[in-house]
């Protein structure tokens, strides 16, 4: 649309039909502004949501009617970035359609404030770090409020007890979630605020620890001493979810071990190559693939440890790589994963020498039994690992038993996700929830859940197959950490002071939360407490995910609230990322299954990931992150919602200014558009019989279409779709059909009444429909046109239908609007040839149109010629060699002269 003239008086009002009527919300004339901007909309429009209830959750609905979001809890640990923005986006871009289709939208707000993120921001912020032996102070204060985003030295942090620490990080996340709520309002998050949950509060804490007790008492949970993955920086337990694959630098070391021969000398050299010569002291065998013709001759014999001598038997195991390294391993507890399986498999000793402090034990053990062993020994203990490694290369190298130098190599460690060393694998006593990793009827149970489950896009359900599929170990849930949910036992101690872990003690459910080093068990009194013949608790906390697997549950008042829970779960949807599909949404399915013997949602929407200019993913841990809300300032939430809405589902975007400037256009667009329009018909009701002209009802046909796109679209979960079709048609509406009809929309004496009629209820019905359309990704631009005509919420209006626009096209189709607009782009392209304003008049103007289009544009000849300014316009058929491409070509063309 171009050179709007000034906005006219409005002509007087007309009925609206009932099929209309029952379509949108009719009050009043138009209250449009002498000036409109996008500016200041979202303050305007979020206090008004808050002060109408326009997003309140009605919970007297029934089921059937609630559509409810298991929304994702953003981690309280600093701030929120852009990929925020970007996915929660989605999940709102859906929550506004589906409450305009009717249903009521159970959309609450999560704060993930529990766990390790949140300790070391505390840490950080406060300059503190958590000593559980120190009493409680009362009148404890932090040294810092606040380190401008600097770490605080270990050395320099304040230790404070278990209790103070917890309440600085209580303290701080309150904070951090005000901001965030702050945030989520400036980009229109459509959440009923009464409906937040955090994950550390007392209710998480009492649905987390009573799964917990029922997963127990079902047999679902148990404690084993078992190795595990170790961070021996955080000093906690790490699951196999939490693993991140990183290159680490390293050296091959070729070293001999020896064959023990009958008499127990030692004979010919066996080669083997390892990455970590520091762990020989912890050797338990050497381990060949059976098939491997260079070993097959060694299998059942046994084999002597260079420098600690330690005997050791040679065995086949299909998971050994013959063509990696010398193609034998030895296998000690634990070097890997690789380790673990084979000493289980193999059912082989426990030779463990690395503790959780990363270094190497301090007494020498007693499975070296010769005095050069012991001796050498004795250089490595208490070194870390690393000081070890260099210790056992130079004893090797003294002894002959290196051969070569070691070569420098690349290798795949595993790290704690979090972490900045390799992970050791170590011996402990932990909790597991059974996941299928270790049963294979559970394991098929939870695939056939996930074939269940409606995933969009389809193809990031492999993802879930492969890792349920790739499982080799039950969940670990429990962690050495001091801010999470405490697991809710107590254990006896026994008369010679020793703890029975065999027999813990359990609460009722109706006490829960508790605390077991604040809180006594029953039966017992807090003198008893690590005393023999008294109790000790459980001093672990559980993982992260085990109270996030519950988000619905929490959410969604499973004990506290019955009746909630029964409208809102299962619940519909799970929006989240793809990178922590095997965390949050597997381990939900996991807990969901366990309890209640069904899914947690039906769908679970995919959001990708946001990628720099360089193409690599968004992350704070890369330190890449743009925060959003000075862009949603910059450019208008309007404007970064679209960008956000332009990406489908499963799909990474990358982070464009160059698009939010394109969204930023199509909501000023709106606003100016739709002034014009009020301003021609003053926002009088629209009445559908009035549309009488072929091109007023080829655009409503037009529109009927792209309703049915959108919504289809929609029900995919497919907003990008809708988006495309809704923009598309609306730059169609306001370039072409508002340029053709706003000469005989004014009136006049040139223009019969009907003619007028009919423009007037077009622009109407097309503009009450657009903006419905259009709401769910420009909610405030939309909510702003809205409130100059309309009563009520445009979020509140019932989104379109087809039917009432088809009704009015009168069986009219949709070719004849884009049949006159590429007539009317004929007539500008040759005044921009002529380098004229597209003001300037066309004194004559011949066309041929191809000839399937010609009785299109023949109906609107009237409306074409006015656009385009033509005196005298002549129409004929083009054939196929004068208009290959099917376009309209301007035979001739005389301008009107320019002053």
Same mark, same amino acid.
């Given at each position: 649309?171009?050179?709007?003239?000034?906005?006219?008086?409005?002509?007087?009002?007309?009925?609206?039909?009932?099929?209309?009527? %029952?379509?949108?919300?009719?009050?009043?004339?138009?209250?449009?502004?002498?000036?409109?901007?996008?500016?200041?909309?979202?303050?305007?429009?979020?206090?008004?949501?808050?002060?109408?209830?326009?997003?309140?959750?009605?919970?007297? &609905?029934?089921?059937?009617?609630?559509?409810?979001?298991?929304?994702?809890?953003?981690?309280?640990?600093?701030?929120?970035?852009?990929?925020?923005?970007?996915?929660?986006?989605?999940?709102?871009?859906?929550? &506004?359609?589906?409450?305009?289709?009717?249903?009521?939208?159970?959309?609450?707000?999560?704060?993930?404030?529990?766990?390790?993120?949140?300790?070391?921001?505390?840490?950080?912020?406060?300059?503190?770090?958590?000593?559980?032996?120190?009493?409680?102070?009362?009148? @404890?204060?932090?040294?810092?409020?606040?380190?401008?985003?600097? +770490?605080?030295?270990?050395?320099?942090?304040?230790? !404070?007890?278990?209790?103070?620490?917890?309440?600085?990080?209580?303290?701080?996340?309150?904070?951090?979630?005000?901001?965030?709520?702050?945030?989520?309002?400036?980009?229109?998050?459509?959440?009923?605020?009464?409906?937040?949950?955090?994950?550390?509060?007392? +209710?998480?804490?009492?649905?987390?620890?009573?799964?917990?007790?029922?997963?127990?008492?079902?047999?679902?949970?148990?404690?084993?001493?078992?190795?595990?993955?170790?961070?021996?920086?955080?000093?906690? %337990?790490?699951?196999?979810?939490?693993?991140?694959?990183?290159?680490?630098?390293?050296?091959?070391?070729? #070293?001999?071990?020896?064959?023990?021969?009958?008499?127990?000398?030692?004979?010919?050299?066996?080669?083997?190559?390892?990455?970590?010569?520091?762990?020989?002291?912890?050797?338990? /065998?050497? !381990?060949?693939?059976?098939?491997?013709?260079?070993?097959?001759?060694?299998?059942?014999?046994?084999?002597?440890?260079?420098?600690?001598?330690?005997?050791?038997?040679?065995?086949?195991?299909?998971?050994?790589?013959?063509?990696?390294?010398?193609?034998?391993?030895?296998?000690?507890?634990?070097?890997?994963?690789?380790?673990?399986?084979?000493?289980?498999?193999?059912?082989?000793?426990?030779?463990?020498?690395?503790?959780?402090?990363?270094?190497? /034990?301090?007494?020498?053990?007693?499975?070296?039994?010769?005095?050069?062993?012991?001796?050498?020994?004795?250089?490595?203990?208490?070194?870390?690992?690393?000081?070890?490694?260099?210790?056992?290369?130079?004893?090797?190298?003294?002894?002959?038993?290196?051969?070569?130098?070691?070569?420098?190599?690349?290798?795949?460690?595993?790290?704690?996700?979090?972490?900045?060393?390799?992970?050791?694998? #170590?011996?402990?006593?932990?909790?597991?929830?059974?996941?299928?990793?270790?049963?294979?009827?559970?394991?098929?149970?939870?695939?056939?859940?996930?074939?269940?489950?409606? @995933?969009?896009?389809?193809?990031?359900?492999?993802?879930?197959?492969? *890792?349920?599929?790739?499982? +080799?170990?039950?969940?670990?849930?429990?962690?050495?950490? @001091?801010?999470?949910?405490?697991?809710?036992?107590?254990?006896?101690?026994?008369?010679?002071?020793?703890?029975?872990?065999?027999?813990?003690?359990?609460?009722?459910?109706?006490?829960?939360?508790?605390?077991?080093?604040?809180?006594?068990?029953?039966?017992?009194?807090?003198?008893?407490?690590?005393?023999?013949?008294?109790?000790?608790?459980?001093?672990?906390?559980?993982?992260?995910?085990?109270?996030?697997?519950?988000?619905?549950?929490?959410?969604?008042?499973?004990?506290?609230?019955?009746?909630?829970?029964?409208?809102? @779960?299962?619940?519909?949807?799970?929006?989240?990322?793809?990178?922590?599909?095997?965390? *949050?949404?597997?381990?939900?399915?996991?807990?969901?299954?366990?309890?209640?013997?069904?899914?947690?949602?039906?769908?679970?929407?995919?959001?990708? *990931?946001?990628?720099?200019?360089?193409?690599?993913?968004?992350?704070?841990?890369?330190? +890449?992150?743009?925060?959003?809300?000075?862009?949603?300032?910059?450019?208008?939430?309007?404007?970064?919602?679209?960008?956000?809405?332009?990406? &489908?589902?499963?799909?990474?975007?990358?982070?464009?200014?160059?698009?939010?400037?394109?969204?930023?256009?199509?909501?000023?667009?709106?606003?100016?558009?739709?002034?014009?329009?009020?301003?021609?018909?003053? $926002?009088?009701?629209?009445?559908?019989?009035?549309?009488?002209?072929?091109?007023?009802?080829?655009?409503?046909?037009?529109?009927?279409?792209?309703?049915?796109?959108?919504?289809?679209?929609?029900?995919?979960?497919?907003?990008?779709?809708?988006?495309?079709?809704?923009?598309?048609?609306? *730059?169609?509406?306001?370039?072409?059909?508002?340029?053709?009809?706003?000469?005989?929309?004014?009136?006049?004496?040139?223009?019969?009444?009907?003619?007028?009629?009919?423009?007037?209820?077009?622009?109407?019905?097309?503009?009450?429909?657009?903006?419905?359309?259009?709401?769910?990704?420009?909610?405030?631009?939309?909510?702003?046109?809205?409130?100059?005509?309309?009563?009520?919420?445009?979020?509140? /209006?019932?989104?379109?239908?087809?039917?009432?626009?088809?009704?009015?096209?009168?069986?009219?189709?949709?070719?004849?609007?884009?049949?006159?607009?590429?007539?009317?782009?004929?007539?500008?392209?040759?005044?921009?040839?002529?380098?004229?304003?597209?003001?300037?008049?066309?004194?004559?103007?011949?066309?041929?149109?191809?000839?399937?289009?010609?009785?299109?544009?023949?109906?609107?000849?009237?409306?074409?010629?006015?656009? $385009?300014?033509?005196?005298?316009?002549?129409?004929?058929?083009?054939?196929?060699?004068?208009?290959?491409?099917?376009?309209?070509?301007? &035979?001739?063309?005389?301008?009107?002269?320019?002053?």
């Amino acid at each position: 649309m171009s050179d709007l003239p000034p906005t006219p008086t409005p002509p007087p009002a007309t009925p609206t039909s009932p099929a209309v009527a %029952a379509d949108s919300a009719v009050a009043g004339g138009a209250r449009v502004p002498e000036k409109v901007s996008l500016d200041g909309l979202e303050d305007k429009w979020d206090a008004v949501w808050r002060e109408q209830g326009t997003y309140a959750f009605d919970r007297t &609905r029934p089921r059937e009617e609630i559509f409810s979001i298991d929304t994702p809890p953003p981690t309280v640990s600093g701030s929120l970035h852009v990929g925020h923005v970007f996915s929660y986006t989605h999940t709102d871009v859906l929550a &506004r359609y589906q409450r305009m289709r009717g249903r009521e939208v159970f959309y609450p707000m999560g704060w993930d404030d529990n766990g390790l993120p949140t300790e070391r921001r505390v840490q950080n912020y406060y300059g503190v770090r958590c000593d559980p032996s120190l009493p409680y102070d009362p009148d @404890f204060t932090p040294p810092h409020e606040g380190t401008d985003g600097k +770490n605080v030295k270990a050395a320099d942090q304040v230790p !404070v007890s278990r209790r103070n620490f917890v309440e600085l990080c209580e303290r701080l996340t309150v904070e951090d979630e005000r901001q965030f709520e702050a945030l989520w309002r400036h980009l229109g998050l459509s959440v009923d605020w009464s409906h937040t949950y955090q994950t550390i509060d007392e +209710n998480a804490r009492a649905v987390a620890q009573t799964a917990f007790l029922r997963n127990l008492a079902r047999g679902e949970a148990y404690q084993a001493e078992a190795p595990g993955l170790w961070d021996v920086t955080f000093q906690t %337990a790490v699951a196999q979810a939490e693993l991140e694959a990183r290159e680490y630098p390293g050296h091959f070391h070729r #070293v001999a071990f020896h064959r023990v021969e009958a008499d127990g000398s030692t004979g010919a050299p066996i080669f083997i190559e390892t990455t970590r010569p520091e762990l020989i002291p912890a050797v338990v /065998a050497l !381990v060949a693939h059976p098939d491997d013709e260079r070993y097959q001759h060694l299998f059942g014999t046994t084999a002597r440890s260079p420098v600690f001598d330690i005997d050791i038997p040679v065995l086949p195991h299909p998971a050994a790589e013959p063509d990696k390294g010398a193609g034998i391993a030895m296998c000690c507890t634990f070097g890997d994963l690789t380790d673990v399986q084979w000493w289980r498999e193999l059912q082989l000793p426990t030779r463990s020498v690395v503790t959780k402090d990363g270094r190497l /034990a301090r007494e020498t053990p007693d499975w070296i039994t010769t005095e050069r062993g012991r001796a050498a020994y004795a250089e490595l203990a208490g070194r870390t690992t690393t000081g070890a490694r260099a210790v056992v290369v130079e004893q090797l190298r003294a002894s002959g038993e290196l051969e070569g130098e070691p070569t420098p190599t690349l290798r795949m460690t595993n790290f704690y996700e979090k972490g900045e060393k390799p992970l050791e694998i #170590v011996t402990s006593r932990q909790w597991y929830i059974r996941n299928g990793g270790r049963d294979a009827d559970l394991r098929e149970a939870l695939l056939a859940r996930g074939r269940e489950l409606a @995933f969009h896009p389809d193809f990031m359900r492999v993802r879930y197959e492969n *890792w349920v599929g790739g499982l +080799n170990g039950d969940w670990l849930i429990s962690r050495q950490r @001091f801010f999470g949910v405490a697991i809710p036992l107590w254990y006896p101690v026994r008369e010679d002071g020793t703890v029975d872990h065999d027999h813990p003690i359990v609460p009722d459910e109706s006490a829960l939360p508790v605390d077991p080093s604040s809180d006594v068990p029953p039966g017992y009194t807090e003198a008893q407490r690590g005393v023999p013949g008294g109790f000790v608790g459980d001093p672990d906390v559980m993982d992260t995910w085990a109270t996030s697997s519950l988000t619905p549950q929490v959410a969604g008042g499973w004990l506290r609230d019955p009746d909630l829970f029964a409208r809102v @779960f299962p619940m519909d949807v799970r929006p989240q990322g793809q990178d922590i599909i095997r965390t *949050w949404l597997f381990s939900t399915v996991v807990r969901s299954h366990l309890e209640h013997g069904s899914l947690p949602w039906k769908h679970a929407a995919i959001s990708g *990931w946001i990628l720099d200019p360089d193409r690599k993913k968004m992350s704070k841990s890369k330190g +890449n992150v743009v925060t959003p809300m000075g862009l949603l300032q910059e450019h208008g939430s309007d404007a970064v919602r679209y960008w956000a809405a332009s990406a &489908r589902l499963g799909t990474d975007a990358a982070f464009e200014i160059g698009q939010m400037k394109i969204g930023r256009r199509l909501a000023i667009k709106v606003l100016n558009a739709s002034k014009f329009v009020l301003g021609i018909t003053g $926002g009088a009701p629209a009445d559908p019989a009035a549309v009488t002209r072929p091109v007023d009802r080829a655009m409503l046909a037009a529109l009927a279409d792209v309703v049915d796109a959108a919504t289809q679209a929609f029900e995919a979960y497919d907003h990008t779709r809708a988006l495309e079709v809704t923009e598309t048609f609306f *730059w169609t509406f306001c370039d072409d059909y508002l340029e053709l009809v706003k000469d005989r929309a004014y009136g006049g004496e040139h223009w019969d009444a009907a003619g007028t009629a009919s423009a007037r209820a077009a622009l109407g019905l097309a503009l009450d429909v657009v903006l419905r359309l259009l709401a769910p990704v420009l909610p405030f631009a939309t909510e702003e046109v809205w409130s100059w005509w309309r009563e009520g919420s445009v979020h509140r /209006a019932p989104w379109p239908t087809a039917a009432p626009l088809r009704e009015a096209s009168d069986g009219v189709g949709p070719a004849g609007l884009a049949a006159a607009g590429r007539a009317l782009a004929a007539l500008r392209k040759v005044k921009s040839e002529a380098k004229v304003s597209m003001r300037t008049g066309i004194v004559r103007a011949e066309l041929g149109v191809p000839a399937a289009d010609l009785p299109l544009v023949e109906a609107a000849a009237d409306d074409v010629r006015a656009a $385009g300014r033509v005196g005298d316009l002549a129409l004929g058929a083009a054939d196929e060699a004068e208009s290959p491409d099917g376009v309209v070509v301007v &035979r001739a063309a005389e301008l009107a002269p320019t002053a």
